[in-house]
């Protein structure tokens, strides 16, 4: 796993949280909300990729 997917989904973090609060204060629930479903799915393809990934080492490891 390379350092650079932390520092990625932790990026992805701190932008959400900044757009969600200027959303949210300025009476925008709804599209404060699909911010944050968008980063979840941003962020999920990101995990899931690396878990294929291992799925993948693991199956040419044992030759499979």
Known sequence: MDISLIFKIAAVG???AVLNILLTRSGR???ALM???AALV???T???QQ???LFDLIRN???L
């Open 35 to 37: 911010v944050t479903l």
């Open 61 to 63: 490891l044992f030759g």
């Open 29 to 31: 629930d709804d599209q």
């Open 14 to 16: 701190i932008i959400v």
């Open 42 to 44: 941003v962020v999920l």
């Open 46 to 48: 990101l995990v899931v």
């Open 51 to 53: 878990i294929s990934d």
